[in-house]
């Protein structure tokens, strides 16, 4: 099993849900990342999780919550989103390591309303 | 910060040899030149990576400068499901973290 999972592939919330994303994968990687990726624009790093600790948190704003409850399993609990936060959310993983690669997730794409 | 610069689109036949280039003129002796690409509706795909030495792998190669200042990723028969957007990305000496560019947009003519 070579894929990194996430669901739901599509996800329409108003400012005031609750709702989280889910990644999943089953290579035995250690390091599991969230990205943001907005339309022509290459992803940006929000979070990395290291043997399922936060290691890098890129500034992101609170409304936007990380969780690695083991070692497969990565989420991001979204509240009180705004609009300019609609954008493909990508799950990616990789062994940790210097040279390893990152195998991504085809996304959630999230729209505000 | 590192960063790269790449040309925001290119144009190529099937079946004929692709030249992308990358400028990142501002390398660090430590940092990694990582190509990921990115097909329409999917995540990102891992295609190459190298240092200072060229680098061939199934996919494709990558020719890196004697400076280090730029580099090229070369595919080298390209089909209709290469059109992507191909990322030339530094990989932080410090953190492991990657730089990713713009990207280039490769469209394939049939």
């Known amino acids: 099993d070579t894929e990194v999972t996430q669901t739901p592939k599509h996800l329409v919330m108003g400012m005031t849900n609750k709702k989280s994303l889910k990644c999943e994968q089953h290579?035995?990687?250690?390091?599991m990342y969230w990205y943001k990726q907005k339309a022509k624009k290459p992803p940006e790093l929000m979070f990395v999780?290291?043997?399922?600790?936060?290691?890098i948190n890129e500034s992101v704003p609170s409304r936007f919550s990380p969780e690695c409850p083991n070692s497969s399993l990565l989420n991001l609990h979204l509240h009180a989103l705004q609009p300019e936060d609609s954008a493909l959310y990508l799950c990616?993983?990789?062994?940790?390591?210097?040279?390893?690669?990152?195998?991504f997730g085809s996304g959630t794409q999230l729209s505000v309303l | 910060d590192a960063k790269t610069t790449q040309p925001n689109s290119m144009e190529s036949n099937e079946e004929e040899p692709v030249h992308l280039p990358c400028n990142h003129s501002t390398i660090s002796g430590t940092d990694y030149i990582h190509w990921y690409r990115q097909l329409p509706s999917q995540g990102p795909e891992y295609v190459i990576h190298?240092?200072?030495?060229?680098v061939n792998n199934r996919m494709a190669s990558l020719a890196i400068a004697e400076d280090r200042k730029s580099s090229t990723l070369i595919l080298h028969r390209a089909t209709l499901r290469d059109a992507a957007v191909y990322y030339c990305i530094l990989r932080d000496a410090l953190n492991y973290q990657l730089i990713w560019g713009a990207g280039t947009k490769l469209i394939i003519k049939p």
């Open positions: 999780y290291s043997y399922e600790k936060l290691s």
């Open positions: 290579m035995g990687h250690r390091a």
């Open positions: 190298g240092l200072t030495s060229n």
């Open positions: 990616a993983s990789r062994f940790p390591g210097t040279h390893e690669k990152l195998f």
